[in-house]
Each structure stands twice: as C-alpha cells, then as structure tokens.
DNA sequence: CGGGAAATTGATGACTTTCAAGGTGTGTGG
DNA sequence: CCACACACCTTGAAAGTCATCAATTTCCCG
C-alpha cells in the first residue's frame, strides 16, 4: 500500500541519538559527536504518554524540552470562554516546550494525539548544557526559529486565505514534511480526526468535509479517513498559492 | 487631551541603555549593570528607518537584532500569490529580528508605519555575547517567548473569533500594553492606519470600519481615525472572551 | 487650498457556519 | 465471531457573517 510512518526504533525506545533514525531532524543534528554524547547522558527517553493524554498544560511550570521519537501531539491554547485553537502538530523529530520560555510557563496545552513517545530533556539540565555547548544553542535557535516560522505560516493561511486554500495549504506541506523523512509525498497518513483538523485550519468540522469532497470531485486529492493521496499535485499547489 | 507615546529620549538617541525609558521593557532589562555595560558598547544606537522604509525584507540575511526605541513597525510575510499577512506590530521596547533564527535568514519583511529610531546588535556581536553572559541567553529566551506567546494569541483569535471579537481582543491589548508602560490604558494613539490592522485582524478595511462604527453606537469605544478611547471595558473584555 | 490618500457607508452576493440527519467504520463485550 | 454502541465523518438546508464593488465623505500633506 504505502510506506508506515513509524520510525524503526519503535519499540526499542533507548536507542543512541546517533543510532536514531531521527537524528538529522531532531536537536542533535548539528551537535558534534562529542557534543551529542553529552547530551544524551541527559536525555529521558522514556517518557510515554497515551493518546488523549497531556505532555503539559497552559499554566504548568516547565519541566523539559521534549521530542517526539513517535507518534503525534497537538499543542493547542484557549481562551476563558472555552474557544479552542490548535497550534501545531508535532510528529516524530519534532521538539516541543519553547512556549515556557517567557515566563517558565506554558502558554498551551500538548496532547497526544496517539501513544507517542518521547525525549525530555529536563530544563535546568538543558540550560547548563547550553552554557556549556555552542552547538546546542545553535540547534535550540534553529528548532525556535522553525517553531516562529511555522506560526507565521499558519497565521498567513488563517488571516489570509479561503478554507479550500488553507486546506491545499496544509496538505503540501504535510507532503513536503513526509518527502523530506523518506516516506512518500503521494500517500501518506495524517494522525489527526476532522475535528482537529478542522480546528486547526479555522473552519468548522462540516466545512472541512465538504471541501474534501469537492477537493476529490476535482481529481486534486483523496481522503480515505487519515489516508491521504494528492492526485494532482500541480493543481494542488495552484490552489494553496504557493510553492510551499 | 492625552498622552503622547513618544519616549522622552526621542531626540537623544545614543542615551545609556541604564537611563533610556524603555530599559526595563528591553533587551537589558534582566542583565546586571556589568552585563548592561558590556552590551552597552555593541549596540548602534543610530539606526534610523523612515515611514514606509523597512528594516530587513523576507530573505534577506539576518544582519542583527533589533530594539524599537520610538517610531513604530509592522513585520509581515506573503506568498507567491502576493496575499500578505502583517504578524506583529512593534512598538517602543520591543525586538525583532528572531525569525531568521532558523537559517539566518529573515522570513519576515519589517516596515516602519511612522519614523523610527531603532538600537541594533550585529548578529556576531550578539552570538559572542550570548556566549559570555548568562543574563543576555536568559533575556533572549524571555524575548522569543514573548513572540511565540503573540503569534499563538493572534492565532486564536484568527482562527477561533469573530471579527468584531478580534478587534476587541486587539483593542485591550493595547490598551494593557501602554498601561505597563505607564501610559492611560483608556486613552491612547496606535500607530497603523485602517489597512494595516485589517490585514493584521484578518478582514476587509470595510469590515474593520463597519465593527468600529458598531462598537461606538454601543458605547463600547470611540475611535477617530488613531486615537482610541475605550468607554466601556467590561463590555468589550466580554467580547473579546478573555481577561487579557 | 487642492489633490489624493484614508476612512466610512450602502447594496449585493459569496462564502462559511449552524443545525439536523444520516452514513460509515471501529472496537468491545457477549 | 457477531452485534451493538459509539465515535467519526459526510451531506443537506437555512441562516448568518463577511467580502466585494461602488460611491461618498473626511482628512492630511504639499
């Protein structure tokens, strides 16, 4: 059918950075060898959390900086009335907690979408290592800036753009994300229901699905449930506007 | 009638970081006076961007950080497509520059909406004082924590509100904003005309104008063209949802 | 004081949401 | 292994929100 989107070292969650199949997307990338085995000296990879559990809520001090080894995450903040926004999803090599930087504490909440697992790095830990390793602050500049150039991104897509754009919008960029890890950028398998889908992109549920469907009467895409396939990719990029 | 947000140092634009108004709402703010003085000396405190000039474009090179010290900017991204999104206004104490964090180049365009003085630190500088002083690694992180904070606020509020809910969420912003700075937080000028905080809030100018018009029949706020006066902050705080 | 930008207002139509109903798939317990 | 319950997803109809086009007014700058 097509390719799975777990990484190898699913089951074996101890594995070394650099053994990881992760390891050129996630904080250590830019790390020496040297460097890299310092911090996984630091490194909890034994974190699980369950789906529809929490990583962390809006208002919880900082405890680490996190990174998705697997499965997926939403962070997502709301407001006194209840109204809810998703922020990001965070699949695998994906870090998470730069929200705390402000004040020490989070600004959303981190929910997984699946059983995930992850690395944390425990902030005083991290913050000594920084002091003492230039590479990593490098790579925690890098992993900040994506974070800022991602909302950047969607708050162009939200302020800006037509539910059907938004939609073309994400599915490219879900495309480039899976293309850029090995896997297929044709078909592929997104962790969130509508619901959040829909949240995340700013419309309701009902309107999501209907521009699917008009989206697949088109001959751009299919969207079996979670199973993705962009069937015209051209027409796709024409419609979100970009080259992404 | 009001006051007047122009920082007493408007003229005097090399004065000490120690004697400058903005010192405790700027980058120096969490450094020791040593720190300070040793930032102090790398800063260029003559920057100056007239209206409508920008600061750094999309894809340039990150040349160093900035602080506003008076004067006024938009930063703003667009697609192929030309659609473009303003992303932050940036007042007096603020910084930017932090999108180009990732590769080192900007993502963002920053334009200055009236004359504006500006300090900036050449990115070198800046890199080999993180490395030297603690105090600075902490400031910066307590500054892109800001930025992240703002995005996902006006991402909500993008995603999740009405329009006339966004323009009283961007409303008492403002007015919290000039009030930590000492100023009437019922009274005050904001710096972008109609256009730019349409884009901003997401909508048509004639939206914009229609809910100000609304909003002053129900005695919510006045505004004659900048001037911003809120009659009714109960009011408008139950419309934007939030306690701000 | 005049020209032009900025802002407001009105009419219309497109887009999106809401409410409602029905369909589809999945997982669990008998 | 099947059946049922439930969550997820889709579709339809109606209403509401917002954008667009157009015209007019107001204000600012030279």
Known sequence: MFMQNKPSNFINNTVKCESCSLVHVCLPSGLSSSEMSLLETSIDKTTKINKKETVFKANDEIEGIYAVKSGALKTSISNRDGQEQILEFHLPGDMLGFDAFNQGIHTCNA?????????????????SLCEKLPGLRRELRHQVGKEIAHNQSLLLSLGQQQTDERLATFLLKMSDHYKSRGFSSNEFVIPMPRQDLSNYLGMAVETLSRIISRMTESGLIKMDRRVVSIMDLEKLQALAHSSC
Chains 1, 2 share one sequence.
Not at 111 to 127: G, M, Q, S, W
């Open 111 to 127: 929910t997984a979408l699946e059983d995930t697992l992850l690395c944390k790095i425990p902030i005083e830990t991290f913050d």
